[in-house]
């Protein structure tokens, strides 16, 4: 039985809202709407920390992370940077939309060239996206035509995929004295880490050569480079730059990397399944695609208000597939209450997202696969139902959540 299964048998018996003791942590799960909703956003501040696990602080440089960083004055900043780093990269339209449209346009050859056969399309989703993930963090000169892309893009898939081995390091996690002994959970992961890191300084350094030849800035990294530049020369912007160091962006560019490609394209393989089973909802997207894109070119940025349909079909995948079933978890900074119930400072808390996106009580017929839902009567799209969480919210919410949307919407 799958951890999945065994949560919603601990729920059945103890309730929707229960604790359990695992090694030397408490954890508490929300398990209900109402649960979720007071822990993300009217307790966000009570619960925005990040646990101190082993593997989070071993994968990110003892916490220099958007993600798992522990929520501090410091992390406020760093975030505040990476969020400025990314809107002025998507203010280049140009850029960004012509990185997705090449590979865009790849995808849909592949599949005309099945010619009516049946095939899997997960292993060429996943390096489209990872594609898309590299050129927008490297520019157009690293792709999977690039050797170090192709071992990025194994190194991942070989340590994610490994279930077992994944369940052996969650479970250790709780126990702190686990990192002192040689397990092979972890002995795995370092080595994975210690391989993609050095793949990261690679480009990262290579980065660092092109942009300060070059004015014009084509890459996230670069973008991030260009930030640093800038405060180096700032008199007191030290904090600043301490936040831009190369420790904080191999972070930021393997999360940037991992969460990207592997949510983006889980989230585009439940969409094909499911509009494989609706046909008619099929129809429906692709004559909307039609009426305002037209046959004779790609979708780009501009066409988005024009495509309801579309974005409410990509809602609905996150909604019914729910790539993430719950949050990273959350860590109490204080004594606070959940539910009624008291919960510790220092207490590791799961928000089970997907709870909120099957309650019967926020969406009609959960079970069902309707765009439609996320429509209203003037044919507009509906984005403030405050019962869609596939990026979290409150303090917490996904950092990237701008550029997970222009990925999958383009």
């Known amino acids: 039985m799958g951890s999945e299964g065994k949560l919603h048998d601990l729920r059945k018996k103890y309730g929707k809202v229960f604790s359990v003791k695992i090694g030397s942590f408490k954890v508490v799960i929300a398990g209900d709407t109402a649960s979720v909703k007071e822990l993300l956003v009217r307790k966000s501040a009570d619960y925005a920390g990040r646990p101190p696990l082993y593997s989070f602080l071993r994968s990110t440089f003892d916490g220099k992370d958007i993600a798992v960083g522990n929520y501090s004055p410091a992390w406020k900043f760093h975030r ?22 090449e590979q865009a346009t790849k995808l849909t050859q592949y599949f005309e060239d099945q010619n009516l056969k049946d095939f899997d399309p997960a292993n060429m989703l996943m390096e489209s996206i990872a594609n898309v993930s590299c050129r927008i963090l490297f520019g157009k000169r690293f792709d999977s035509s690039h050797s170090d892309f192709k071992e990025l893009l194994k190194l991942n898939d070989d340590f994610f995929s490994d279930y077992e081995i994944n369940t052996q390091r969650f479970i250790l996690d709780f126990f702190p004295v686990a990192k ?156 606070t209450t959940l539910a009624g119930f008291r919960i510790p400072k220092d207490t590791i808390v799961f928000a089970t997202l997907a709870q909120v996106h099957l309650d019967p009580g926020c969406w009609e017929n959960p079970y069902s696969f309707n765009p439609h839902r996320h429509i209203d009567a003037d044919g507009q799209l509906i984005t403030n139902t405050g019962n869609f969480l596939p990026f979290s919210a409150g303090r917490r919410v996904c950092a990237g959540e701008a550029l997970a949307k222009v990925r999958e919407r383009c």
């Not at 990314?86 to 280049?92: A, E, M, N, P, V």
């Open 180 to 335: 002192y002994f040689p397990f092979r959970a972890y002995q795995l992961m370092n080595n994975m880490l210690d391989q993609v890191y050095e793949i990261l300084r690679r480009q990262l350094k290579i980065q660092e050569r092109e942009s300060s030849n070059s004015t014009e800035i084509d890459s996230l990294t670069g973008s991030f480079l260009q930030e640093r530049a800038v405060a180096e020369n700032e008199v007191g912007a030290e904090e600043r730059v301490a936040f831009l160091s190369d420790e904080y962006m191999l972070s930021n560019m393997r999360d940037m990397f991992v969460a990207g490609y592997d949510t983006t394209s889980s989230t585009l393989r439940w969409a094909i399944a499911f509009l494989v089973h609706h046909p008619k909802i099929q129809k429906e997207v692709q004559n909307q695609l039609d009426e305002v894109v037209g046959k004779d070119r790609v979708p780009n940025l501009d066409d988005l208000p024009n495509l309801p349909l579309v974005q409410a079909m990509i809602m609905e995948t996150q909604r019914l597939g729910n790539v993430a079933e719950n949050t990273i978890p959350h860590y109490t900074l204080k004594d």
């Open 80 to 101: 505040k940077i990476f969020v400025a780093a990314i809107r002025r990269y998507l203010s280049d339209k140009q850029v960004v939309e012509k990185t997705i449209a």
